[in-house]
């Protein structure tokens, strides 16, 4: 049984700063990329980063390029997203999820967390 668990998140004015974490559990984490997406009401999930299993490639939607990182610990089965300079319009539940490639597409990806909720107030 695979799981992902997130956390992190929370309210934070904007321009502030929240990391995310994921923890892995039940397959080979160092193996598989990781991703996160997120949703605001309303809204269809998006993509926002991933990650490939070693860390030496990512990938970004270009609405959070120069304010997130994307970042692993393999040794801790751990997943990162440091978020900086946050606007209102990044307010979403995020998501981690775990596949087999570097992907933008949800139905790339096998296994999702519950979500966290990032509020960001004006």
């Known amino acids: 049984q695979v799981q992902l668990v997130e956390s992190g998140g929370g309210l934070v004015q904007a321009g502030g700063s929240l990391r995310l974490s994921c923890v892995a559990s039940?397959?080979?984490?160092?193996?598989?990329?990781m991703g996160w997406f997120r949703q605001a009401p309303g809204k269809e999930r998006e993509f926002v980063a991933a990650?490939?299993?070693?860390?030496?490639?990512?990938v970004y939607v270009d609405s959070v390029k120069g304010r997130f990182t994307i970042s692993r610990d393999n040794a801790k089965n751990t997943m990162y997203l440091q978020m900086n300079s946050l606007k209102p319009e990044d307010t979403a539940v995020y998501y981690c999820?775990?596949?087999?490639?570097?992907?933008?597409?949800?139905?790339?990806?096998?296994?999702w967390g519950q979500g966290t909720q990032v509020t960001v107030s004006s």
């Open positions: 039940g397959r080979t984490f160092r193996t598989y990329a």
């Open positions: 999820t775990s596949g087999a490639t570097v992907a933008g597409r949800q139905y790339e990806y096998d296994y």
């Open positions: 990650i490939n299993w070693s860390g030496s490639s990512t």
